[in-house]
Structures are given as C-alpha cells and as structure tokens.
C-alpha cells in the first residue's frame, strides 16, 4: 500500500497561472480532504468529498475547485494562482471506522 | 464555530518528560486527537480518544481528558530527539463527522 500519494511535490507559479494538485488514495476510502498549512495557522480545510460524486466546501475554499474523479482520486485546481495560495497542501483519507485520517506528504506551492 | 487552542513552543531537555497542552471550546466534541508532524512530512495520528474517557495509555504516550474545563494534554515520557516534531491536537463531533478541527501545532524541541 502506498498509502495517500501527492504530486508534485513542490511548484513555482506566477500570478494568474492555472494548476492542479493531484491526490490518490489506494486504501479505498470513502471521504477525502484538502487541506492547506502555513506557519502560525495550523491545518485549514479547503474542501472534502465525503464520498465519490459529491464535495463540500470548507474552511478556506475561495480561489479553489476540486474534482473527486472516482473513489480513488481528488484533485485540486487552482484557476488563477495569486501569493496568498503560497503554502503547503496536504490531501487525506478517512478510514472507513471514521477515527483516522491519513495524509500525503505534501505539495509545497510557492506563487510569485 | 469550534476553536483549538495550543501554544505554539516547546522545549524540554532528552530524558525529561514533555507535556503538551490543548484547550477546546466545542462541547460536542466526541473524538480528540493527536497529530504528529515531522519535518518535511505529512501528519500523522499519534492517539486519539473518547470524550468518556478520562485517560488514555499508550506506551510513552499518556493522553489526560478533563472534559468540564475542554482540556486535553499529552505527556511524552523519556522524550526523546527523534521527538522533535510539530504536534496538532485535533477534534470531531465524532465518528460520523467528517471534519477535524485542528488546533495550530506546538513545536516541540528537544535538547539532547
């Protein structure tokens, strides 16, 4: 199992440019998260899919659009990447008793 | 809505023990969590526990509920270097729930 894998791992965009994040689960999960984490802030919320076809919007989910393509993948694309989206983006996936959520290792995404 | 309050540093001595403080203002809070993140990594879940419990045991890890004042702490014993790590205590309303809300992170650093 490799668990929740991310890519890339890290970008450069200049303002206005578009790009999605990618994220697969191979745990076969039902709810998957975006989250998005900068220094003093803690973990933010981006958005989630609670299962395949549906996504709800969180904590932070201005300037964003996800895509859950199946059961395994859930995408987030930025339209127009702007310097305040500079940060790093974890994805997760809830196992299926609900108690833990297990994470990729990131995509560090620096915005000029 | 629901907060996660943490200090954000730490730093203890190799050996001694660490005690790692959050407060909680969600009284709906079922499930309480602790994350560990190490440099340049994703998170992952430490312990959690039930809001009917009082304490909870996991080898160096003892995890102290007091649910009337919403506090939770974590006390590493024999805290080791390979500690060093930022921890995030994390609540939900519980297993159906598919949002953590996530306190800021404590860095804990440990001097050997």
């Known amino acids: 199992n490799a668990g929740v894998t991310q890519t890339p791992k890290f970008q450069v965009l200049k303002t206005g440019q578009s790009m999605t994040l990618q994220c697969a689960q191979d745990m076969n999960h039902n709810s998957m998260y975006w989250y998005r984490q900068d220094p003093g802030m803690g973990l933010r919320l981006i958005y989630y899919?609670?299962?395949?076809?549906?996504?709800d919007k969180g904590e932070v989910p201005n300037g964003y659009n996800v895509s859950r393509l199946n059961k395994r993948e859930f995408s987030l694309r930025l339209e127009s990447a702007a310097p305040s989206q500079t940060s790093v983006y974890f994805c997760a996936s809830l196992d299926p008793r609900g108690y833990e959520q297990y994470f990729g290792p990131g995509t560090r995404l620096t915005v000029t | 809505g629901e907060d996660v309050e943490q200090s954000l540093f730490l730093s203890v001595r190799e050996g001694d023990s660490s005690v790692i403080n959050c407060t909680y203002t969600d009284s709906s809070s079922t499930y309480l969590y602790w994350y560990k993140q190490e440099p340049g990594a994703g998170l992952q879940l430490l312990t959690y526990?039930?809001?009917?419990?009082d304490m909870k045991q996991d080898q160096r890890l003892t995890v102290l509920l007091n649910k009337k004042d919403k506090h939770l702490s974590l006390r590493i014993a024999d805290t080791q270097t390979g500690d060093s790590a930022i921890y995030f205590c994390?609540?939900?309303?519980?297993?159906?729930?598919?949002?953590?809300?996530f306190g800021k992170g404590t860095k804990l650093s440990v001097i050997p």
């Open positions: 994390a609540e939900s309303e519980g297993a159906g729930s598919y949002q953590l809300t």
């Open positions: 526990i039930f809001s009917n419990m």
């Open positions: 899919s609670a299962s395949e076809g549906t996504t």
